[in-house]
């Protein structure tokens, strides 16, 4: 599948087949991750691949309406760095969030050009979070991505661009002009 394939054919994915995600689809899409852009290439990214049951179990619970976590073969937690991240972006915030959004992102589309389905959750509570993996202040919690073969059956069609803003909608040159 080719980029432009992939970016229409994301969705979100919450029910998954009980199939096992194979190691070399793994890496792949972990390798896509860890080759996104971040400022000053300070890679502010750290990633924790959850395959433990009863990790997984306790985990969805720690995500809000994530018991569909539990179908996944498996679930990586998405952290930043925030120390790895001295830079400001617009002289206001540190970058780290925006560095992990794009290593997710890279993750997303990485595991829809492999076939794989999985879905950024992000309502979640850190601290029961970093309390289950032992990740140490400093360190946030950016993502919760489940991963595995999606189950045709109950995932839903796409629909086409997802009902997307149109392009002029989003889109305007030399002005801000909405």
């Known amino acids: 599948m080719d980029l432009h394939e992939a970016i229409k054919g994301r969705k979100s994915c919450r029910a998954f087949l009980g199939r096992p995600v194979p190691d070399e689809a793994l890496q ?11 400022v000053e290439n300070q890679q502010p990214w750290r990633f924790i691949v959850v395959r433990d049951e009863e990790k997984k179990r306790k985990l969805s619970q720690a ?9 996944a073969p ?4 998405a952290l930043g760095m925030e120390e790895a991240s ?6 206001y915030m540190l ?11 890279n993750f997303l589309l990485a595991a829809t050009a492999d076939g794989l389905g999985t879905c950024w959750c992000t309502d979640f509570k ?3 979070i970093k309390e289950l993996f032992g990740i140490p202040e400093g ?3 950016v993502g919760v991505l ?5 189950d045709p059956s109950n995932n839903g069609a796409h629909n086409g661009d997802g009902g997307r803003r149109s392009f002029s909608e989003i889109v305007a040159y030399d002005n801000f002009a909405w």
């Open 126 to 128: 850190e601290d029961r």
């Open 28 to 38: 792949r899409v972990l390798n896509a991750a860890r080759l996104a852009v971040s």
């Open 63 to 71: 995500v809000t309406k994530g018991n569909f976590l539990n179908s």
């Open 146 to 150: 489940p991963l595995g073969y999606p």
């Open 139 to 141: 360190t946030r919690v």
């Open 74 to 77: 498996l679930v990586i937690v």
């Open 86 to 91: 001295p830079a400001l972006v617009g002289g």
């Open 95 to 105: 970058s780290y969030p925006l560095d992990v959004a794009a290593s997710i992102q």
